[in-house]
């Protein structure tokens, strides 16, 4: 069935609570442990088809945010989510004061229980209408980037669409294009920091009427990090600081003498090479196609997968008017089905996201066995390794996309990991800082990201603007603002994905892939460091595991003379 025949109704509240709590009391009044998976069973489908619903408005509303049906329906998941979520409060608490717990445990993977268990913690009915203004304050951020129109090179641009301008050959198109995109931030900075502020009050509200120090440890059980805390962390971002910024500094120098300037400004970090950076040959119709034919040449598996997701419509790839920005991967459990969103701008990250968002599609697609919604996808650090791992096991096939460009492409995006992962750790380290401190002002929150940028990014030059100089880079940073501490799982699957990358492109490990299959069939039945430990890779937090991983991967960027490229 096409995906845009997925029907979408919207949940009635009352009729939908009685049906729920009437299957928690039968779940209650077991008398045995079959009782009890037959109650489980019947929840898991209730709350499947509940996801379904808000997973379509969701998808539908990102793809044309002006649709005033799907607004409305929006408003409505915003307000009724933390209704719901009390509702699976007490399905999980029921659980818990089972006497069949113990059996429970037994016939279900450890993580779902361990999910449970975090819900818990992370709710309360006295919450209720904070979480709402919470989920509210996302989506006003949200629109008001999705809005942006901005008047560039006779045409009214949305944010996605400034990509080429940013990376153009021409220097004085790229300063123009980084002042039009700021001026959008810079024209809405009062009304950003607004909303920013009003987030990091509520959620330190929620946090402390929870009973938590602050919004760091009610953060942390809010993304589910069974197996490591805050101090785990920090060994970790000690690493980044220690192995990886003194690379990236050498490759800022690199990329200066490669585009022929003397000193590199914020407005010319997008361009990596003079003759401009790698893009892909052909139009999205040849991407399509390629990408279609990559995924059947890479195994049986990837070939039965690209098939559904393309003969189902399930793949959104082109920017337009209203569109919201970026990319994402959800599921829609009633369909057993992945959903790809992104926006296509002509540039490599076209590819990126072929193979990126696929690899999470990708890893769905291969655990829609588990029947629990709650543990379909796993924790989001997890889910990042098999988009990030994927991107690599592609790599044999980039010729198909940038044909003599190649070299480039790789040369590019596998510096351009290295360059993500102190950014992506000062963004986690920021909000570390923010909500250890939320009686900070607007201006003091910017003053301390610019600290940490100069610290994480020391080659960061912004000495003609400002207006990033006071700090506010990070306005860009829609994770921060919808998804407070996600950003960091992006680097901890690099840093894991990159050891994929040593062992199948550099050592032609055949038992690298069987290990990638092995954690996406898992999905969400295991945790973060348990799924490091199935696919045979070493944990980021131990200390010295960064060092030999960087090493090689510093070692294989050497070889190029990317002069030549």
């Given at each position: 069935?096409?995906?845009?025949?997925?029907?979408?109704?919207?949940?009635?509240?009352?009729?939908?609570?009685?049906?729920?709590?009437?299957?928690?009391?039968?779940?209650?009044?077991?008398?045995?442990?079959?009782?009890?998976k037959?109650?489980?069973?019947?929840?898991?489908?209730?709350?499947?088809?509940?996801d379904?619903?808000?997973?379509?408005?969701?998808?539908?509303?990102?793809?044309?945010?002006?649709?005033?049906?799907?607004?409305?329906?929006?408003d409505?998941?915003?307000?009724?989510?933390?209704?719901?979520?009390?509702?699976?409060?007490?399905?999980?608490?029921?659980?818990?004061?089972?006497?069949?717990?113990?059996?429970?445990?037994?016939?279900?993977?450890?993580?779902?229980?361990q999910?449970?268990?975090?819900?818990?913690?992370?709710?309360?009915?006295?919450?209720?209408?904070?979480?709402?203004?919470?989920?509210?304050?996302?989506?006003?951020?949200?629109?008001?980037?999705?809005?942006?129109?901005?008047?560039?090179?006779?045409k009214?641009?949305?944010?996605?669409?400034?990509g080429p301008?940013?990376?153009?050959?021409?220097?004085?198109?790229?300063?123009?294009?980084?002042?039009?995109?700021l001026?959008?931030?810079?024209k809405?900075?009062?009304?950003?920091?607004?909303?920013?502020?009003e987030?990091?009050?509520?959620?330190?509200?929620?946090?402390?009427?929870?009973?938590?120090?602050?919004?760091v440890?009610?953060?942390?059980?809010?993304?589910?990090?069974?197996?490591?805390?805050?101090?785990?962390?920090?060994?970790?971002r000690?690493?980044?600081?220690?192995?990886?910024?003194?690379?990236?500094?050498?490759?800022?120098?690199?990329?200066?003498?490669?585009?022929?300037?003397k000193?590199?400004?914020?407005?010319?970090?997008?361009?990596q090479?003079?003759?401009?950076?790698?893009?892909?040959?052909?139009d999205?119709?040849?991407?399509?196609?390629?990408?279609?034919?990559?995924?059947?040449?890479l195994?049986?598996?990837?070939?039965?997968?690209?098939?559904?997701?393309?003969?189902?419509?399930?793949?959104?790839?082109?920017?337009?008017?209203?569109?919201?920005?970026?990319?994402?991967?959800t599921?829609?459990?009633?369909?057993?089905?992945?959903?790809?969103?992104?926006?296509?701008?002509?540039?490599?990250?076209?590819?990126?996201?072929?193979?990126?968002?696929?690899?999470?599609?990708?890893?769905?697609?291969?655990?829609?066995?588990?029947k629990?919604?709650?543990?379909?996808?796993?924790?989001?650090?997890?889910?990042?390794?098999?988009?990030m791992?994927?991107?690599?096991?592609?790599?044999?096939?980039?010729?198909?996309?940038?044909?003599?460009?190649?070299?480039?492409?790789?040369?590019?995006?596998?510096?351009?990991?290295?360059?993500?992962?102190?950014?992506?750790?000062?963004?986690?380290?920021?909000?570390?800082?923010?909500y250890?401190?939320?009686?900070?002002?607007?201006?003091?929150?910017?003053?301390?990201?610019r600290?940490?940028e100069?610290?994480?990014?020391?080659h960061?030059?912004?000495?003609?603007?400002?207006?990033?100089?006071?700090?506010?880079?990070?306005?860009?940073?829609?994770?921060?603002?919808?998804?407070?501490?996600?950003?960091?799982?992006y680097t901890?699957?690099?840093?894991?994905?990159?050891?994929?990358?040593?062992?199948?492109?550099v050592?032609?490990?055949?038992k690298?892939?069987?290990?990638?299959?092995?954690?996406?069939?898992?999905?969400?039945?295991?945790?973060?460091?348990?799924?490091?430990?199935?696919?045979?890779?070493?944990?980021?937090?131990?200390?010295?595991?960064?060092?030999?991983?960087?090493?090689?991967?510093?070692?294989?960027?050497?070889?190029?003379?990317?002069?030549?490229?």
């Amino acid at each position: 069935m096409n995906s845009e025949e997925y029907t979408y109704k919207r949940p009635d509240f009352d009729l939908f609570k009685k049906e729920f709590l009437n299957d928690v009391e039968q779940l209650k009044n077991a008398e045995s442990s079959e009782d009890v998976k037959e109650a489980i069973d019947a929840i898991s489908a209730l709350i499947s088809s509940l996801d379904s619903m808000a997973t379509l408005a969701s998808i539908r509303y990102s793809i044309n945010t002006k649709d005033d049906f799907y607004e409305k329906e929006d408003d409505y998941w915003n307000e009724y989510g933390p209704l719901y979520q009390e509702l699976n409060t007490r399905y999980y608490k029921a659980i818990m004061e089972s006497p069949y717990l113990d059996n429970i445990k037994k016939a279900y993977p450890r993580t779902f229980i361990q999910n449970m268990q975090y819900e818990l913690d992370s709710f309360d009915k006295s919450v209720i209408e904070l979480l709402q203004k919470e989920n509210q304050l996302s989506s006003d951020y949200q629109k008001l980037i999705a809005a942006a129109e901005i008047e560039f090179d006779g045409k009214t641009l949305t944010l996605s669409q400034f990509g080429p301008y940013l990376q153009s050959t021409d220097r004085a198109v790229r300063k123009k294009a980084n002042q039009a995109q700021l001026s959008y931030f810079e024209k809405n900075e009062e009304e950003i920091d607004r909303i920013f502020d009003e987030l990091v009050h509520v959620r330190d509200d929620i946090a402390k009427k929870l009973g938590y120090k602050d919004f760091v440890e009610l953060g942390y059980v809010r993304m589910k990090r069974y197996d490591y805390d805050r101090e785990m962390v920090e060994v970790y971002r000690q690493q980044i600081l220690e192995y990886v910024v003194p690379i990236t500094k050498k490759l800022a120098d690199r990329q200066a003498e490669r585009i022929g300037i003397k000193h590199l400004k914020h407005y010319d970090e997008a361009l990596q090479f003079l003759d401009g950076n790698p893009t892909p040959k052909g139009d999205p119709d040849y991407i399509i196609e390629n990408g279609r034919d990559m995924y059947h040449e890479l195994s049986e598996e990837t070939k039965e997968f690209i098939d559904f997701m393309f003969d189902n419509n399930l793949i959104d790839l082109l920017s337009k008017e209203g569109k919201a920005s970026g990319g994402y991967c959800t599921y829609i459990p009633d369909h057993r089905a992945p959903f790809i969103f992104a926006n296509f701008n002509g540039t490599s990250a076209d590819i990126d996201v072929l193979t990126h968002e696929a690899g999470h599609a990708f890893q769905v697609f291969q655990s829609r066995w588990i029947k629990q919604p709650e543990i379909v996808f796993p924790t989001l650090e997890t889910c990042e390794i098999h988009s990030m791992s994927m991107e690599f096991f592609t790599y044999p096939w980039m010729e198909r996309f940038f044909k003599e460009q190649t070299e480039k492409y790789k040369f590019d995006h596998l510096s351009g990991t290295l360059r993500f992962l102190p950014y992506g750790v000062l963004v986690d380290h920021f909000q570390h800082e923010v909500y250890e401190n939320p009686e900070w002002t607007p201006a003091e929150r910017k003053a301390a990201w610019r600290e940490l940028e100069k610290k994480y990014i020391p080659h960061r030059d912004y000495s003609e603007s400002d207006f990033l100089d006071k700090g506010t880079y990070w306005y860009r940073q829609g994770h921060i603002f919808a998804s407070p501490f996600y950003y960091i799982d992006y680097t901890l699957a690099q840093v894991c994905a990159l050891q994929f990358f040593k062992r199948a492109i550099v050592d032609e490990d055949k038992k690298a892939w069987e290990d990638y299959m092995r954690i996406c069939e898992a999905g969400g039945t295991k945790s973060f460091l348990e799924t490091i430990e199935a696919a045979h890779l070493q944990s980021p937090f131990k200390k010295g595991s960064l060092e030999h991983v960087i090493e090689t991967i510093d070692k294989e960027l050497e070889k190029t003379d990317d002069k030549k490229l």
